[in-house]
């Protein structure tokens, strides 16, 4: 019997991360010359504070061109309501939740922390490279 792949096998655990006082721009920059959509934003302590998208960062550049400078931080722009996956899950789970989602990428939890992020491309990975 072959084994159920989990989202611990494919997330990605060399993070990018952002902190909540970061200044919006620098952490515009930072999702920009890293060509991602988003980063999880942690707090002094390691914990999972949110996620800034470059939807987020779209806002914050709206508002910019509006008061002609940027002056905020990423706290201000985050999501804090944060969906997560548990490293645990199993491959198919992870995929019905991306079906039942907007989100493109879920941070990864294990016993509280943050260990990494799983997209809907790694999910795709695991499963072709499963079942195909």
């Excluded at 991360?17 to 952490?27: G, Q, Y």
Aim: charge should be negative; include cysteine; hydrophobic fraction near 45%.
């Amino acid at each position: 019997m072959t084994q159920v792949q989990r989202v611990a096998d494919y997330m990605v655990v060399d993070l990018i991360t952002l902190s909540p006082d970061m200044e919006i721009n620098h952490a515009m920059s930072i999702l920009l010359d890293h060509s991602i959509s988003g980063a999880p934003v942690v707090d002094k302590t390691g914990n999972l504070a949110g996620v800034l998208s470059k939807k987020d960062c779209l806002k914050a550049a709206l508002e910019a061109s509006y008061y002609r400078e940027w002056g905020e931080t990423v706290a201000h722009y985050m999501s804090t309501d944060v969906e997560t996956l548990d490293a645990g899950v199993d491959i198919v789970t992870a995929a019905k939740t991306f079906l039942n989602s907007v989100y493109r990428r879920f941070p990864v939890m294990q016993e509280g922390q943050l260990i990494g992020q799983i997209s809907r491309a790694d999910v795709l990975r695991a499963m072709k490279d499963n079942w195909a």
